[in-house]
């Protein structure tokens, strides 16, 4: 049995060309928001200077995992992992959270040593509004890695004085 | 005086990897918000919290006002010899607070 006659299949032919020109419009929007994110965003500029001090900071190595739709901003569960063998020569030093649009930019800071095991830390934060959130790993040769979501808020953290 | 819940398991293999849980209730006040009386509250976040493993600091934590109230943490720590782990903290008010877990390592 035929499921579809032939002029059916034709219009969902033209349907589908349809929906394909529609395509220009709609693609580019993913690729822009990859290509923003690789760069920082402003107002975490100063901070990521001050932490860094200059150096290098790459992409990678570093995984950052929140859901991108928190619906209260007052508490975001938020789950930060490196990967490195976490040896003495070889380990994380300093994880940093900051946040794009938060009154002040560092969340937290934390120090890990060999002893660790992982690096890992599950923690839960305040985020004022939609944006983008930055964890960036310091490792024991100095070397910076980073990771970036973004995340959108319905409903803010920051009450008065945002 | 925080209340704290510290969640380590009780025994653990040597070198095993162990996950430390530590719950703080503490209002981890922004700085941002003010009072019914229109008064500004000042920030208390703990700004400093330190795991020690039989003395050795394993973890550090300073957290700010973009951690969410009631700070929860979770992270490991390589259980090679049985004994103490020990948490301190201190918030922006001078506050101290600990909490601490015995673990038992078996070969």
Known sequence: MRLYSSHMLRRRLIKGVAAGALLPWVAPLPAQENASLTEPAESIVPALKQITQGAAVRRGKIKLEIPFLAENGHLVPLKVSVESPMSAADHVSVIYLLSEKNPRPVIAKVMFTAHSGRAELVTRIRLAMAQRVVAVAQMSDGSFWSDTREVVVTETACLDAT | ?107
């Open chain 2, 1 to 107: 005086m925080s209340i704290a819940r510290l969640q380590v398991p009780s025994q653990a293999k040597r070198g095993e990897i162990i996950d430390i849980r530590v719950a703080i209730q503490h209002p981890m006040e922004t700085g941002f918000r003010r009072n019914n009386l229109g008064q500004a509250i000042p920030k208390n976040t703990i700004n400093n919290l330190v795991c020690r493993y039989n003395g050795v600091e394993v973890f550090r934590a300073e957290m700010g006002s973009g951690i969410a109230a009631n700070p929860y943490l979770q992270f490991t720590i390589v259980a090679d010899t049985s004994g103490n782990i020990e948490l301190d903290w201190v918030d922006d008010a001078g506050e101290k607070g600990s909490a601490s877990a015995a673990i038992q390592v078996v070969a």
